[in-house]
């Protein structure tokens, strides 16, 4: 018999309060196969992680209320289950995976749904090589290219490093806030992102400039990398909550 199958799907607790990442992550690990728990704030993540014992919590830092680093820290001191924690700024890393907080790995917003499946797996593979006792010399990490040298959607190409973008081999000219929403995008791509997600990424989230700016600087882009501005492609609005990068 293979052990390795396993009947029961590992329990994944994610705590986000941003209702378009939550979703997406909700789905995508329900798609992957495992059982996921949802939840909105420190406080009942606290209450849910002691009721459900998950095997791995997902965790947020920008929370209402008890914030994801107070949370971290209490869960520590009660469990071992493995946290990845989700951060838009990169300043906090080291306090993050240092003994202060005691997270076990981190993503930066925006991140990738597969860098997230690798984190996961990652974690879990972690556990249960502990949990069975078994010494390895497998590296578990799975660590990718943060960001690709080259992002290609027909005939528009991002150089993220070189911050260009052609259009059919030509220089777009993009002001450099219309570079890192375009570089945004293109990096969730297939994705729906709220305005206040956009906002808080490209922006930084102390902007206090309201969702009216992100829809002027969508409308700037289209006009430099649609080819009917007022029939985009590329950029679809999804009504009532942002907008899409269709790669
Ligand atoms: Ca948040």
Redesign the pocket.
């Known amino acids: 018999m293979d052990s390795s199958n396993e009947v029961v799907s590992p329990k994944i607790l994610v705590v986000?309060?941003?209702t378009a990442i939550a979703e997406t992550l909700e789905y995508n690990l329900t798609r992957q196969g495992y059982t996921v728990f949802m939840s909105a704030n420190g406080f009942s993540a606290l209450q849910m992680a002691r009721q459900e014992a998950p095997d791995l919590v997902i965790l947020?830092?920008?929370?209402p209320g008890m914030d994801g680093l107070e949370v971290c820290r209490v869960l520590r001191q009660e469990t071992n289950v493995p946290i990845l924690m989700l951060t838009a700024r990169t300043e906090e890393i080291d306090k993050i995976v240092g003994l202060e907080v005691g997270a076990d790995d981190y993503l930066t917003k925006p991140f990738s749904m597969r860098e997230l499946q690798a984190r996961v797996k990652a974690q879990l593979r972690r556990v249960r090589l502990i949990r069975e006792e078994i010494h390895s010399a497998e590296e578990p990490t799975n660590d990718e290219a943060p960001q690709p040298k080259k992002l290609t959607f027909g005939n528009l190409v991002i150089v993220p490093d070189r911050r260009e973008a052609l259009l059919t081999g030509h220089p777009v000219q993009l002001k450099p806030m219309e570079f890192d929403l375009l570089l945004y995008l293109a990096h969730n791509r297939n994705l729906v992102l709220s305005r206040d997600q956009i906002l808080e990424k490209v922006w930084g989230w102390d902007y206090n400039g309201g969702s009216r700016t992100v829809d002027v600087h969508i409308r700037w882009l289209r006009e430099k990398i649609e080819a009917n501005p007022a029939a985009p492609e590329r950029i679809i609005t999804v009504r009532g909550v942002g907008y899409r990068f269709e790669g």
């Open positions: 986000e309060d941003e947020d830092i920008m929370l």
